[in-house]
């Protein structure tokens, strides 16, 4: 069974602070990855997508990376802002059964201080 | 354009009622996901519907659930008799097609008291 680890679970830095958050998975048969941030209250705002033939994509502030072989993704967050504090949630889609639904993990709540 | 909605924001609930939640997906998005959210479980897979017909359905946790998608767009997923533990909010997704990018409603607040 695919399970999803996403570690850590909190994280609290100080505004302007480079971070990166983990995600594992257990079955390396992943079709892609996606990153979603997920404010209190609110549904999840997709951030990037991963196929699994690619080893990373950027947008803004956000890099996130994929080795599929070692079954683990980071998302990088460059210059930490305030307005970053969110819970982070990482999400595969598995190859067998192809519907497309995804995993996800626990999730990494982040507090960027000012 | 609209992303996709989901009616209504919160439903507070007897045990024992029948409660339907709504998802408006993105238009032209024929796949349509449901997911559940709560604390204990975290975020989970209920069912996948590819336009009208659900070829996965692995996710629902009784025959309590059901759900239903009418006209390739509007879906409406029905909880019976509600229990406490169904307690959680409700997330729906869209994707142009399966196994593109999910987009996500705001979700629906299901309290069983």
């Known amino acids: 069974k695919q399970e999803v680890t996403q570690i850590p679970a909190a994280l609290s830095v100080p505004e302007g602070e480079n971070l990166v958050l983990n995600c594992s998975f257990t079955?390396?048969?992943?079709?892609?990855l996606q990153w979603f941030r997920q404010d209190p209250g609110k549904g999840l705002t997709s951030l990037l997508l991963?196929?699994?033939?690619?080893r990373e994509q950027t947008s803004g502030r956000l890099n996130a990376s994929l080795d599929k072989s070692s079954g683990r993704s980071t998302l990088y967050i460059a210059a930490s802002q305030p307005g970053d504090s969110a819970t982070y949630l990482c999400?595969?889609?598995?190859?067998?059964?192809?519907?497309?639904?995804?995993?996800f993990g626990q999730g990494t709540t982040l507090q960027v201080k000012p | 354009g609209a992303g996709v909605s989901q009616s209504p924001s919160n439903k507070v609930t007897e045990k024992g009622k029948d409660v339907e939640l709504r998802c408006d997906p993105i238009?032209?998005?024929?796949?349509l996901y449901w997911y559940r959210q709560s604390l204990g479980q975290g975020l989970e897979f209920l069912i996948y519907?590819?336009?009208?017909?659900?070829?996965?359905k692995s996710g629902l946790p009784s025959d309590r659930f059901s759900a239903e998608r009418t006209g390739g767009s509007v879906s409406t997923l029905t909880i019976q008799r509600t229990q406490q533990e169904d307690s959680a909010v409700y997330l729906c997704?869209?994707?142009?097609?399966?196994?593109?990018?999910?987009?996500f409603g705001p979700g629906t607040r299901l309290t069983v008291t």
């Open positions: 519907f590819q336009g009208n017909s659900a070829p996965d």
């Open positions: 079955d390396s048969a992943i079709y892609n």
């Open positions: 991963i196929q699994s033939s690619q």
């Open positions: 999400a595969v889609v598995l190859i067998p059964g192809n519907t497309g639904k995804l995993i």
């Open positions: 997704a869209s994707s142009l097609y399966r196994l593109e990018e999910q987009y």
């Open positions: 238009s032209g998005h024929t796949a």
